[in-house]
């Protein structure tokens, strides 16, 4: 399967360090809306699946599967079947939930482009920020994904 890793721009972005973890060719996003709908338009649809991770405040040992993204009143879903990533992430004592109510914010807006240009097979993981992410958190969400 052809995957790849997603984040956002900024050395201190747990979802760049993250990205660059998984993949010596991770996609970053710029952090502006008109350089994320530039960047993804770039996009070539060359992949099987894409896995974007975005930074949420409100975490600290967990992550956050969103199943679906919202924009001018029309929600997009994933068709990623992401129970493995749940498996695979609560094997290396990783908590992790699902969610079906999009945030308003920026990740959101990128997942949604990401949905809509790969028929689905997108899926935006959500993950502590640097101040939670240290080498033991990456290094178990690594062997976790690592594994899928």
Known sequence: MNTTYVGFKGKNNAS????????????????SYNGLKR???SLSREYDRVLMFGVDKA???SIRIEKSAERY???????????????SVNKYNIKSRSADNPTRYFC?????????KFSGRALLIHIPTVKYFGDDLLCRLQKAFSCL
């Open 16 to 31: 760049c360090i993250f990205a660059k973890a998984l993949s010596k060719e991770p996609i970053l996003l710029t952090n």
């Open 39 to 41: 960047d993804i338009d």
């Open 59 to 61: 975490l600290t040992d």
């Open 73 to 87: 009143g029309l929600r997009l879903y994933t068709v990623i079947d992401y129970n493995d990533i749940i498996n």
């Open 108 to 116: 959101n807006d990128a997942y949604w482009q990401l949905l809509n």
